[in-house]
């Protein structure tokens, strides 16, 4: 992590997008103009003015120089001037729920949740954060379905945030992947990004896992069912981590149970999905959950299922569910309530040593 005295230009940041390291250059940051492309920031203009140049990088995007066999990539300029990065990526298959959990996340982060943690968060760069919470959180929140994450060749991370404890050090960026899941089952060029992610959510479809009888009705209405094989994208995924000649995945991982709300009357679903997620997430907390979470998987579900906590060195489990009840006719007619969507987040950030006060060594083991 960098300190808070070393100048942005002093170490090589990792490009999450062709896995190349590059320094930090005020002759590389660009803005968007009218019409949404790319053009010089030309930051010479403002002087010796601090607070202005200051305040025209924070808004800025620095393109990488390493654009061998891709085409041009650009990140936000407070990416490269901030601690160091944390790049978390959701896995799961197509309609297991990534981008409603995600939306509900971020919704929660927003409105200020994680102040009870010791952590303040502020977007990457407003603009883009702006349209991440127009076109997906607010809609969601609005009780409108989000529709399915369309395949690209070109992986970008869906929302960036700057998090810190509100002390003396930089706060580190934090960005998100979102892909879908047909793109998560390819091992081409736009999932070599996998290989330098440094964090995984895993999102279970009870639907897709779980042969209970009573949500029979649920996967005929939306034309699912069942696989004890598991989620393939899981395995796709964890094949594509390096291992250094080690066997696990020595990645920080949380598996997440996502619309729990449909097995809620289960006794131990039921326990922690109406538990408040203001409490701080202790290790002791943590792995109770876990314990429970893998019980319930393993029963109902078998192992397969359980494949992300097998392979990662670190992982922790969770019920969550990103909108608290079913979708009708398209949408959630009674609004959305998010439950425990932020606890498989603290895990995480526990796990990676950005939650205060928590012991980032007992977090996940």
Known sequence: MSTPEEEPGARR????YCLDKIRYDEKQLFVRNDEYKFVPLGLEKEGANKLRRDDAVREAFHKCGNSANMHDHYLPAPYFTNGEPLTVALVGSSRAGKTHL?????????????????????????????????????????????????QTDFAEFADGLLVGGGGTARP??????????????????VTRFLAAVDAFLFVVDPLRALPLPYLDAVRERTKQRTDDLGDRSFGTVLDRVPRDGRPYVDKAAAVVVGKS?????????????????????????????????????RHHGGPAWLKPFSDCARCTLHFASATGGQEDAGGFPQGVRPRRVLSPLLSIFAMCGLLPGADSQEVGL
């Not at 940041?13 to 999450?16: G, Y």
């Not at 952590?119 to 760069?125: C, G, I, M, S, Y």
């Not at 009357?265 to 109770?288: D, I």
Request: glycine content about 6%; aromatic content about 6%.
């Open 172 to 189: 580190r960026p934090v960005v998100f992947f979102d892909l879908s899941g047909e793109d998560l089952e390819r091992t081409g060029r």
């Open 13 to 16: 940041v990792l490009c999450p």
């Open 102 to 150: 995600l939306a509900s996340m971020i919704g929660e982060v927003e409105r200020g949740a994680l102040d009870a943690h010791g952590l303040k968060a502020t977007p990457l760069h407003t603009e883009s954060h702006r349209s991440y919470l127009d076109q997906r959180v607010l809609k969601l929140r609005a009780g409108e379905m989000l529709a399915h994450t369309e």
């Open 261 to 297: 709300d449909l097995i809620r009357f289960e006794p131990a679903v039921a326990r922690w999905l109406t538990a408040p997620e203001s409490a701080r997430p202790t290790a002791r907390a943590l792995r109770e959950e876990s314990r429970d979470v893998y019980a319930f998987l």
